[in-house]
């Protein structure tokens, strides 16, 4: 079975400009979430879908980051424009029965210069 | 709300030694709580959780975790590690009325040396 594949795995680009990041999850899962690692930081929740719609996007720092989870299948996280704080590691986990169960990709490592 | 400290960034530890990494998280509601661990280049893992009953849990490489409810901890101990644990571990916890949301620590790395 495969896991959760990201891409890309990194990522650098200019600030003000646009970047799409993807998340396959496990087949079958209907949760999928996204998280941030910032600096070294901790790792922190930015959303969550349930299949298509979004169940909690309590994270999600402004307005200029977009998640979209068309069909239920892979999703998606746009930085447009994207700004140097925005830099870090982008984790996609999915779960096939609620939160007890995450499993992770290997993140997209964005660095805007 | 909920916030996770893991007080030390680094851990370096020689091959066979004890070593515990430790976990203090704050919380005004019910937690469950999580290790994960992350080997270079891959996704995080989930090593071991607590959810309810015994305060002592296991994974099945070896390491173990204890829930303190009145130190509000749940440190991760191993009697001897291995050069393979070398990795980063990241403590989490979410909160029982929204397990779907996990509030992690700045993460531990583990650095086992020969």
């Known amino acids: 079975e495969a896991g959760v594949t990201q891409f890309p795995s990194h990522s650098v680009i200019e600030k003000g400009q646009t970047v799409t990041l993807r998340c396959d999850p496990i087949s079958g899962h209907d949760n999928l979430y996204w998280y941030r690692r910032v600096m070294g930081k901790e790792i922190k929740f930015l959303l969550h879908?349930?299949?298509?719609?979004?169940?909690?996007e309590s994270g999600m720092p402004n307005n200029r980051f977009l998640a979209e989870r068309t069909g239920g299948t892979y999703s998606t996280l746009k930085v447009q424009p994207a700004e140097l704080e925005d830099s870090g590691v982008y984790f996609c986990?999915?779960?096939?029965?609620?939160?007890?169960?995450?499993?992770f990709g290997p993140g997209t490592r964005l660095t805007v210069l | 709300a909920q916030s996770v400290t893991q007080l030390d960034s680094q851990v370096p530890v020689f091959e066979e030694a004890p070593v515990e990494l430790r976990c203090n998280y704050s919380?005004?509601?019910?937690?469950?709580l999580f290790w994960y661990v992350q080997y270079p280049n891959q996704g995080l893992q989930l090593l071991l959780k607590?959810?309810?009953?015994?305060?002592l849990v296991e994974s099945i490489n070896g390491f173990e975790a204890e829930f303190n409810k009145s130190q509000t901890s749940f440190h991760l101990r191993k009697p001897s590690v291995h050069i393979s644990d070398t990795a980063e571990y990241f403590c989490?916890?979410?909160?029982?009325?929204?397990?779907?949301?996990?509030?992690f620590g700045s993460g531990t790395k583990l650095n086992v040396k020969p």
């Open positions: 879908f349930v299949k298509e719609s979004k169940q909690d």
């Open positions: 989490a916890v979410s909160p029982i009325y929204n397990f779907n949301k996990f509030y």
């Open positions: 986990a999915s779960s096939q029965d609620g939160g007890f169960g995450q499993f």
């Open positions: 919380s005004s509601v019910s937690v469950y």
């Open positions: 607590y959810l309810s009953g015994s305060t």
